[in-house]
């Protein structure tokens, strides 16, 4: 069984950044893919981007591409998402997602393990 947790949501303008991390507990980290998620109000659960176990080569969704990073600590057991640039259609609750095999994957379905998420609201 894995927990996470993220922090680091928050209301920012337009332009602006923010930082998400999420803090895994209770299995080995270092094997894990992470992703993150964003879920706007009314809309489904879309990724946003993932790291494979060994952090090389993150992926990401092509709208955020060239503003937010994904990187891990493993000796922290976390994951973070520096978000660059904001823009007021990157608002919605942001959830961290552990996966068992370490490869990266796209699917909601591919995760084992949800956080509770985290609201980013982004003001024009």
């Known amino acids: 069984q894995v927990q996470l947790v993220e922090s680091g949501g928050g209301l920012v303008q337009a332009g602006g950044s923010l930082r998400l991390s999420c803090a895994a507990s209770?299995?080995?980290?270092?094997?894990?893919?992470m992703g993150w998620f964003r879920q706007a109000p009314g809309k489904e659960r879309e990724f946003v981007g993932a790291?494979?176990?060994?952090?090389?080569?993150?992926d990401y969704r092509d709208s955020v591409k060239g503003r937010f990073i994904i990187s891990r600590d493993n000796a922290l057991s976390t994951v973070y998402l520096q978000m660059n640039s904001l823009k007021p259609e990157d608002t919605a609750v942001y959830y961290c997602?552990?996966?068992?095999?370490?490869?990266?994957?796209?699917?909601?379905?591919?995760?084992?393990?949800w956080g509770q998420g985290t609201q980013v609201t982004v003001s024009s």
């Open positions: 790291i494979s176990w060994s952090g090389a080569i993150p």
């Open positions: 209770g299995r080995t980290f270092s094997s894990l893919a």
């Open positions: 997602a552990a996966r068992r095999r370490g490869t990266i994957r796209a699917e909601n379905i591919a995760y084992d393990y």
